[in-house]
């Protein structure tokens, strides 16, 4: 696995994002029209919103390199390791589709195929083994995610 090479474009996408603001923007015209289930507490909706994505983002390459080892741990690498290749390379390259996505508004589109991936993943290693392969149950944050990103592209 290359997570060094995510996290290097996670912190380019950091920088990006201070610079510019593009994702605070993009969020704050999402609020409105987020699906009622997603509830914010009263304040800075918005601030809540953008940590959310930045935290869902930087957790992807602990993400796969967790799921990783617990693989190779569990003597099933041969069969994890190629999900976890696909979204690390739609995480480095992404498709032509999402050309001209920057920072971390950008991001977000392949950090939910990350986040989607593992949990598939997850979902049959504990189908299979009685226990999951990552502690941390991602359902609601993808939820979120594919609000944000939305139906079209979350389902394509």
Known sequence: MNTAALREQISRAHQHETSTGQLAQ???????????????????RNMVMTRFVTAYIDLVPDLLDAAYDVARE???????????????HFFLQPPAILAGHEGLDGLLDEAYLAHRLVEEVNDLYIKHFGQPLIPADTTVANVIAHQLIGEDFATS
Do not use: F
Not at 74 to 88: D, F, R, T
């Open 74 to 88: 569990a003597g099933i690498e041969s069969q994890i390791k190629p999900v976890l290749k696909i979204a690390e």
């Open 26 to 44: 993009q969020l704050e015209k999402q609020l409105p029209h987020l699906h009622s289930a997603i509830s914010l507490a009263d304040g800075d």
